[in-house]
């Protein structure tokens, strides 16, 4: 812990540098939404790139201890499974490399997917309980806060939309520096966890309704509990699209906040801003970018689509189109109403602007197509190598 809070030090300073430089340059800033990003050891990849792999391994031995005892000792973040969220760690260290401003967004898994042990030749899955132990990377943001909405009904005020949501979740942030080769620029790796919005129920708990009492807490803990939960029961099923909306809803109210404190016209949005969509879990971005914009910041529709479809990007990890999420209307309609009725004016807009076939619509066959979505949602849309982006093309 000694050696962490130690290489931690060195890197704040080039964290804190390179946000101090970032908005005195007012360039354009990447924003990274990802459900995994598979970081591995911090300790480890922190000594390499500031070079001092060697000098911290020497004076280590002066006590009998190696570096890779140290380092094996850290718990590995179980913030992801595979090739995606290895994707999204490379790319944000590349960039924290290049020294080009960016953040990364994604859930703060209380328990990631499981831990592997075998019994008797069959396997048992325990929870990997990765925070269990402090954890000296990350720093929590109580400051950076955001309410999430879910479910409840839409009503039309003077032609202006008004959700009126009946579930809410509170965003925290916990940020994590990740330091490019040498040092010399360290971008933020800011992840959410939920918390309440409505403290203990103790009355309906003295009167005997213990479940609804411990609701809100509830719905919290299982939003940032387990990367991928089973999706075969309609309760898993909306927990996975809950969480992919707590995601996307959280990264988007911070990065509009961040912008608006910089400058007061909208259209400026796509010149400071780059949001890239890894895979489709963040597709969502598209629909709640248009609800902040227009319900919230008051823009009418045309210009918020046109800043919105500057704005988004998205990176395609299959080109089997049964492997791409889809969601039942109804689904949507219950637990986002409002970005359910913005998705079928994307989708009319969309049908009367190409007029593709219909297996090519949005929502098609009562399922809204998240792939179709980030597809006709952003500006640019390439595959995880040069040649899955020429496959795409064909």
């Given at each position: 812990m000694a050696v962490s809070y130690s290489v931690r030090d060195l890197i704040v300073d080039s964290w804190f540098a390179a946000t101090r430089r970032t908005y005195e340059q007012q360039g354009k800033r990447v924003y990274y939404l990802s459900m995994e990003f598979l970081i591995g050891r911090i300790l480890e990849d922190a000594v390499i790139n500031l070079g001092l792999h060697q000098k911290i391994e020497d004076v280590l031995q002066e006590d009998g201890v190696s570096l890779m005892t140290v380092v094996e000792d850290e718990p590995d973040a179980a913030l992801g499974n595979g090739g995606l969220g290895r994707l999204a760690a490379c790319f944000l260290e590349s960039m924290s490399t290049l020294g080009c401003p960016a953040f990364g967004y994604g859930i703060r898994y209380e328990h990631g997917l499981f831990r592997q042990r075998f019994e008797g030749g069959r396997q048992v899955e325990t929870p990997e309980d990765w925070l269990n132990q402090t954890h000296p990377w990350e720093f929590e943001r109580p400051e950076a806060n955001y309410t999430i909405p879910f479910k409840g009904r839409v009503e039309m005020v003077e032609g202006?939309?008004?959700?009126?949501?009946s579930e809410t979740v509170l965003a925290r942030a916990y940020d994590t520096p990740v330091v490019g080769w040498q040092g010399?620029?360290?971008?933020?790796?800011?992840?959410?966890?939920?918390?309440?919005t409505e403290k203990f129920d103790l009355e309906r708990f003295n009167s005997g309704d213990f479940?609804?009492?411990a609701a809100p807490e509830a719905l919290a803990r299982t939003l940032s509990?387990?990367?991928?939960?089973?999706?075969?029961?309609?309760?898993?099923?909306?927990?996975?699209?809950?969480?992919?909306?707590?995601?996307t809803s959280a990264a988007l109210q911070d990065i509009l906040r961040r912008f608006l404190s910089e400058y007061d016209d909208p259209s400026?949005?796509?010149?400071?801003?780059?949001?890239?969509?890894?895979?489709?879990?963040p597709a969502l971005a598209?629909?709640?970018?248009?609800?902040?914009?227009?319900?919230?910041h008051g823009l009418d529709w045309a210009k918020a689509m046109?800043?919105?479809?500057?704005?988004?990007?998205?990176?395609?990890?299959?080109?089997l189109p049964e492997a791409l999420e889809r969601w039942s209307t109804w689904l949507m309609g219950r637990v986002?109403?409002?970005?359910?009725?913005?998705?079928?004016?994307?989708?009319?807009?969309?049908?009367?602007?190409?007029?593709?076939?219909p297996s090519l619509k949005i929502v098609y066959q009562d399922q809204v197509h998240m792939g179709t979505l980030a597809f006709v949602m952003a500006a640019h849309v390439n595959g995880v190598s040069a040649l899955h982006t020429d496959l795409m093309r064909e």
């Open positions: 202006r939309a008004i959700w009126h949501a010399r620029w360290s971008n933020t790796l800011r992840l959410w966890g939920a918390l309440p479940t609804a009492a509990r387990v990367l991928y939960p089973e999706d075969t029961t309609e309760a898993g099923k909306e927990l996975r699209l809950k969480q992919e909306f707590f995601l400026l949005l796509p010149d400071k801003v780059a949001i890239q969509m890894n895979d489709t879990h598209g629909p709640e970018l248009m609800r902040l914009l227009v319900d919230v046109q800043i919105a479809c500057k704005c988004l990007n998205y990176t395609n990890h299959t080109l986002l109403p409002r970005h359910m009725q913005i998705i079928e004016r994307i989708d009319v807009e969309h049908q009367a602007a190409t007029n593709c076939d």
